[in-house]
């Protein structure tokens, strides 16, 4: 397992453990839900952005990989 610091200000270290608090769970476990969602929702974006420009510019790519 990896470990990330992350610096967060006081308000947010505050807010984040309230937040914790109030679901019964830590704020680590937040967190590592936070990073997961973000990243799960920028692969759908970009993967959707990447099919858009294949499919916009499919007849140059073919050429191109020719």
Request: with cysteine; hydrophobic share 40%.
């Amino acid at each position: 397992m990896n470990q990330l610091i992350i610096t967060l200000s006081d308000t947010e270290r505050d807010g984040l453990a309230d937040l914790a608090d109030a679901c019964g769970r830590t704020p680590e476990e937040l967190a590592l839900d936070a990073v997961r969602a973000h990243l799960a929702g920028e692969r759908e974006r970009v993967g959707a952005e990447a099919a858009r420009l294949a499919g916009a510019h499919g007849p140059l790519l073919r050429r191109l990989g020719q």
